[in-house]
Nanobody, 118 residues
Framework: QVRLVESGGGLVQPGGSLRLSCAAS????????MGWYRQAMGKERELIAT???????SYADSVKGRFTISRDNTENLMTLQMNSLKLEDTAVYSC????????????WGPGTQVTVSS
């Protein structure tokens, strides 16, 4: 099967940057989509960035121009570069992969906390 683990979260001041990574264990041959979600306290989970198998990326309006999703060919499956962070970016960030083969399924990491505070 596939397991995902996020890293790189932490405390940052407004205007600062963080880089999140999503490491995957298990075999992944084909992927439909990869993405990053976040859930702030008391709010619904929000899709903020996705990348399709052909490398096309899309972003939520709330992060467009500030966040960048990238595929990583090292031990990390993907990364999320977050710049110009705002107080409202505070949330638990989770990575998601929709795998086609060999173990088809929808996989999630446990999440990493990002706190933007002065």
């Amino acid at each position: 099967q596939v397991r995902l683990v996020e890293s790189g979260g932490g405390l940052v001041q407004p205007g600062g940057s963080l880089r999140l990574s999503c490491a995957a264990s298990g075999r992944i041959f084909r992927v439909r989509t990869m993405g990053w979600y976040r859930q702030a306290m008391g709010k619904e989970r929000e899709l903020i960035a996705t990348m399709t198998s052909d490398g096309s990326a899309s972003y939520a309006d709330s992060v467009k121009g500030r966040f960048t999703i990238s595929r990583d060919n090292t031990e990390n499956l993907m990364t999320l570069q977050m710049n110009s962070l705002k107080l409202e970016d505070t949330a638990v960030y989770s990575c998601n992969v929709r795998v086609l083969s060999p173990y088809a399924g929808d996989y999630w990491g446990p999440g990493t906390q990002v706190t933007v505070s002065s």
